[in-house]
């Protein structure tokens, strides 16, 4: 039910290019780890995560799961920016993304660390190139790879460690230069028409979850997690726990709003037509 509910406020967040949005949510999930079910004593509902489109919405929940055994204050750290900045009595929304650097520096991470489009589409020269002193000769077929720009040591220290805080500066900012550094969206003319939009669901469906859930690993199951490799990486199915973590009030009102505006936009479609 309060899944159902959830599902229902997330669906105000116009839709993202759904295997590639379900790809993150599930990628971040690498980080989850070993999780310790300290917060059990809270109303409990297991979500059975499968990776299928069709259930994207509860799948999204997963991307706020970067944090492991040797990371077990990400989810915590995100709730208490959160709570500190938009506070209990509303939903996060687009303009508070400014003030939520830890949030981005976690989504950065997750999209560094998982890189879930480890190559892009395949492109071809059109004439004889040189890049760095190679010649790539006309009409060969090339792919980005952007897991090795995600993980080149000469650019991010410790790379395979997962930590949102490598893009937050000294004084808690994120540090856009190296928010740039991420290759997942591709470069060049053909990269990702989506970038921006999807940064910005990204946020709301990430700042939403942990605002008004707890997530913990299945400890019935492995936490090491299986994935399947190809032009994306996709983690094989797993399960976890959510709990709520206040009252269902912010979601009932938020799938009000939803449906009044709904009912609104439905009525003068039909006034004009
Ligand atoms: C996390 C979400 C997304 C990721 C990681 C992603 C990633 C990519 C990548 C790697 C490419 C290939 C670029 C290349 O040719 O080298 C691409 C292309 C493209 N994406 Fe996305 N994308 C995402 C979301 C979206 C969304 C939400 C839209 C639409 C609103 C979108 C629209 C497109 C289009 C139209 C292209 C083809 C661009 C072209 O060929 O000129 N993407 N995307």
């Known amino acids: 039910m309060a899944l159902e509910r959830l599902g229902e406020a997330l669906r105000g967040i116009p839709p993202l290019q759904s295997s590639l949005l379900l790809l993150l949510c ?3 999930a690498i980080h989850l780890g070993k999780l310790l079910l300290q917060h059990q004593q809270r109303r409990r509902f297991a979500a059975r995560i499968i990776c299928k489109k069709k259930s994207l919405k509860v799948l999204c929940m997963c ?3 970067a944090f492991n055994d040797r990371y077990p204050k990400v989810q915590a750290k995100m709730q208490e920016e959160v709570d500190r ?3 209990r009595d509303r939903l996060p929304c687009v303009e508070d993304q400014p003030h939520l650097p830890y949030i981005m520096a976690f989504l950065y991470e997750s999209m560094r660390f998982s890189s879930f489009v480890p190559v892009t589409i395949p492109h071809a020269t059109t004439t004889n190139t040189f890049i760095m002193g190679y010649l790539i000769p ?3 077929v090339i792919f980005v790879n952007q897991w090795s720009v995600n993980h080149d ?3 991010w220290s410790n790379p395979e460690d997962f930590d949102p805080t490598r893009f937050l500066d000294e004084n808690g900012f994120i540090n856009k230069d190296l928010t740039s550094s991420v290759m997942i969206f591709s470069l ?3 990269r990702c028409i989506g970038e921006e939009l999807s940064k910005v669901q990204l946020f709301l ?3 939403i979850l942990v605002h008004q859930c707890n997530f913990t690993a299945n400890p019935n199951e492995d936490p090491k997690m299986d994935f399947t490799y190809g032009l994306t ?3 094989k199915p797993f399960t976890l726990n959510v709990t709520l973590r206040d009252t269902m009030d912010l979601l009932d009102q938020a799938v009000q709003r939803l449906q009044a505006e709904k009912a609104a936009s439905e009525s003068q479609l039909s006034a004009n037509a």
């Open 26 to 28: 599930l990628l971040a």
């Open 63 to 65: 991307t706020h799961f």
């Open 85 to 87: 900045i938009v506070g």
């Open 138 to 140: 006309k009409d060969t």
């Open 153 to 155: 040591p000469a650019k």
């Open 188 to 190: 060049g003319k053909r």
């Open 205 to 207: 469906f990430t700042s």
């Open 233 to 235: 990486i996709k983690p």
